[in-house]
């Protein structure tokens, strides 16, 4: 915290000179969450929030792909993200020609792409989805069958939920790939009594040992509610940091699987972002104005 402590005090005051908003994701480590951010949330409140923002300048703690959102969503804002490369291997796992070929082989089928994509592939997309509003986003369309990209165990889990028939992609999550239903098994051997709740980016065998499955800001909201004896989260580690702040009563076993792009934004980037203004992001406006759309149809679905 001392080697903390001037950063987040300058970063505060530039912010507030500059007239800057800090939207962070639940994966941001705690000193981001907790000291510098405006506002924290999930891929969809992140993007509500962005397209409500009155500040001109917004800084994306986040990975890329949410960084893009916010620019689609305000085009006139100056977006900045600390890290340009702090990508996501989900939206690497798939092009804009991948789906303009999916689309030639099923045609007329309508395309939901998780937000976690390019703005290349947004601009192939009906409709976008975030993991806590996929199942009403697929159903939003009123059809039988439905592409559903990139993510294969989030479309897996979907499919679980819904007679829609879905078309998936191999995408997967580095991070929580990488979660076994052996690991939790021997949690709940140890501890009968623990709760699991795991993001349904994770495999069908992880999610098979879950008791509540969920986005992370639902996550957060399952455990602040309920407040368990003890918790294992089966997502990205400074979820259960953050989380730990705000539940002190709750204990949480830690399976930590880093998510090494969401950790390239710290708190020296945060604050040369601001100095320096940069790294600006900028999107093609061919592309800009068709990769809104699918954003766009996504936020005006009502809850
Ligand atoms: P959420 O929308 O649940 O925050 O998920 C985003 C993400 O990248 C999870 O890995
Ligand atoms: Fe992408 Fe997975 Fe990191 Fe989320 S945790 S940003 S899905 S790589």
Redesign the pocket.
Known sequence: WPFFAPYIKAINELKAQRGAVILA?N?QTPEIFHCVADVVGDSLQLARLAAKAKEDIIVQC??H??AETSKLLSPEKTVLIPDSR??????SSITGADVRLLKQRYPGVPVVTYV?SSADVKAETDICCTSSNAVQVVESLGVDRVIFLP?EYLGKYVQTQTKVQLILWKGH????ERFTGAELRAYREADPSVQIIA?P?CPPDVLAEADFTGSTAHMIDWVKTRQPRRIVMV??CSMADNVAAEAPKVEFVRPCNL????KRITLPKILDSLVNMREEVLIDPAIAERARLPIERMINLKN
């Open positions: 994701h994966y986040g990975v792909f949410m702090a990508g996501c291997s989900l939206a976690n993510d999550c580095e991070v929580h993001h980016e997502t990205e998510c090494p792009h969401m």
